[in-house]
């Protein structure tokens, strides 16, 4: 009990030290060791790496992080509350070390949804059967989202939360032990300079060298484990290629199943929901080949390159631009997005924001159609319009 008490008491005593010393430093009345440059540079680079890969960690995180589905109709509000259960049961999983069960993502519960909903409305009916279809597509998106939140959660958010709840607080602790170490020496040179007598003074030489060398066998071992931060981005960098290679790989299989579903549906329904265009060519003897409505440029999209001017564009070859009358039916009126210079006389130069009349004729490429603006005609390209009726 006694040597609690002692202990107690001393461990006071150098923590009283150490905070007049540290305040007498920051009102300037005490000297204060430097660090060496090499170690303030360390200790600088250190904090960069920490506070950026806290907010990388975090910000993936949330990407990383969808709303918890579940099989239930449910508010807003509700959903707040699921997601935040959904992170505390993650969070035991982790302190338990165990696997955290896979859970449905939103896409697949969309999928889901859609195939229910074909069951009431019927599948045999066209919306029945497209829904279903729809609906598995909506799962394979599901599915392929799950593997990559999975994948990138282990190769790149693990070794992230590794090095921010092992190797940093190794740091810091170092770092906290080392700035004691400090104070304890300029406490102990303080000391030295305000001893008068013999005796007194060779005491304060006595705890002044303790405390360096304290103080640099802590500097030492602080250098070391900073030095490993460069380590760290060796080892971050690999994680932040798998990354992408796992995000690359999502994307990618998300376009293709994206692709086959647009295929899918247009052989489908394309006889039953022919596009706007189509449906005007067939009321005016236009062909119904590919429609430019596919091809129109979205806003806000950059702008695309001058497409091709086949020699071919208008058949037959006798017909001239002048010539070229609109049909009864199946104009458009169209926004240009981006300025175009005419390539030769049987093109449209055109403004952007500018609106102008559109309208296809027999024979004509798919990427091109015949714009009038006033008494001018010419052919314009599909990208740099924007259908608007």
Not at 175 to 184: A, P
Not at 232 to 254: D, G, I, P, S, W
Not at 300 to 328: D, M, W, Y
Request: proline share 5%; glycine share 6%; charged share 25%.
């Amino acid at each position: 009990m006694d040597f609690n008490v002692k202990k107690l008491a001393s461990d006071a005593g150098v923590f009283f030290t150490r905070a007049v010393q540290y305040t007498e430093e920051k009102l300037g009345q005490a000297e204060k060791t430097e660090l060496d440059a090499h170690l303030e540079n360390l200790i600088a680079r250190a904090d960069c790496t920490k506070n950026w890969t806290d907010k990388i960690f975090r910000q993936t995180e949330v990407l990383l992080q969808p709303n918890p589905s579940y099989s239930s109709w449910t508010s807003p509000v509700i959903n707040d509350f699921d997601q935040t259960g959904a992170r505390i049961e993650e969070f035991f999983y982790e302190k338990l070390d165990r696997k955290i069960p896979s859970r449905i993502t939103n896409a697949e519960l969309l999928g889901q949804y859609m195939q229910d909903a074909a069951k009431d409305f019927g599948p045999g009916t066209p919306y029945g059967s497209t829904l279903i279809t729809v609906g598995d597509y909506q799962k394979r998106l599901g599915g392929a989202e799950r593997e990559f939140l999975q994948t990138s959660a282990i190769n790149f958010l693990t070794p992230l939360r590794n090095f921010l709840e092992g190797d940093w607080k190794t740091i810091s602790k170092e770092r906290r032990l080392l700035e004691n170490r400090r104070l304890d020496l300029d406490v102990c040179k303080a000391r030295l300079k305000k001893a008068k007598l013999a005796e007194a003074k060779a005491a304060a030489e006595h705890e002044l060298r303790v405390a360096q060398t304290e103080f640099d066998r802590q500097a030492e071992v602080t250098r070391l484990l900073l030095e490993g931060i460069s380590s760290t981005h060796v080892n971050h960098l690999r994680c932040l290629h798998e990354f992408v290679e796992a995000q690359a790989a999502y994307y990618t299989q998300c376009h293709k199943h994206m692709q086959d579903l647009q295929k899918e549906l247009s052989s489908a329904n394309g006889d039953t929901f022919p596009n706007a265009f189509a449906v005007n060519a067939s009321t005016s003897g236009v062909s119904t080949g590919p429609s430019p409505l596919s091809s129109a440029t979205l806003p806000g999209a950059s702008s695309p390159s001058r497409p091709p001017n086949p020699s071919n564009a208008l058949e037959p070859s006798t017909l001239k631009i002048e010539e070229v009358k609109p049909p009864a039916t199946g104009t458009r009126k169209a926004k240009v997005l981006y300025d175009y210079d005419a390539a030769d006389t049987s093109e449209l130069s055109l403004l952007a924001d500018e609106l102008i009349t559109v309208y296809t004729v027999p024979g004509m490429d798919p990427d091109w159609l015949i714009g009038e603006r006033g008494n001018q005609k010419g052919k314009v390209p599909v990208t740099y319009l924007e259908l608007l009726s």
